[in-house]
């Protein structure tokens, strides 16, 4: 049973970084095998695509993320990471991540961690 779990959420003051971490167990293949991916939910909110790293290495963000955030691997470990800098208060939300069950980003899926608070405030 694949199981997907993050940490590394908190309160921090806007400007400041964060890097969360998500382990992946349970997986007969490496975790570069598929496409992983960060997403994040605020309530009320549909849920958002905020970075993306298909099995060939390739990474695509959210603009509003764009040249703040970046998603990162470690196969040998099948770790997941995302390291957020710069963070302002529009970026509160339950950060979540995903792994697919094919080598690029799809509609939805196949498995989900259950979830990280990261919240900015002063």
């Known amino acids: 049973q694949v199981q997907l779990v993050e940490s590394g959420g908190g309160l921090v003051q806007p400007g400041g970084s964060l890097r969360l971490s998500c382990a992946a167990s349970?997986?007969?293949?490496?975790?570069?095998?598929?496409?992983t991916a960060w997403y994040r939910q605020t309530p009320g909110n549909q849920r958002e695509l905020v970075a993306s790293?298909?099995?060939?290495?390739?990474?695509n963000y959210a603009d509003s993320v764009k040249g703040r955030f970046t998603i990162s691997r470690d196969y040998a470990r099948n770790m997941l990471y995302l390291q957020m800098n710069n963070l302002n208060p529009e970026d509160t939300a339950i950060y979540s991540c995903?792994?697919?069950?094919?080598?690029?980003?799809?509609?939805?899926?196949?498995?989900w961690g259950q979830g990280t608070q990261v919240t900015v405030s002063s």
């Open positions: 995903a792994l697919f069950d094919a080598m690029v980003v799809t509609r939805e899926p196949r498995y």
């Open positions: 349970g997986m007969t293949f490496s975790i570069s095998r598929y496409a």
């Open positions: 790293i298909t099995s060939g290495g390739s990474t």
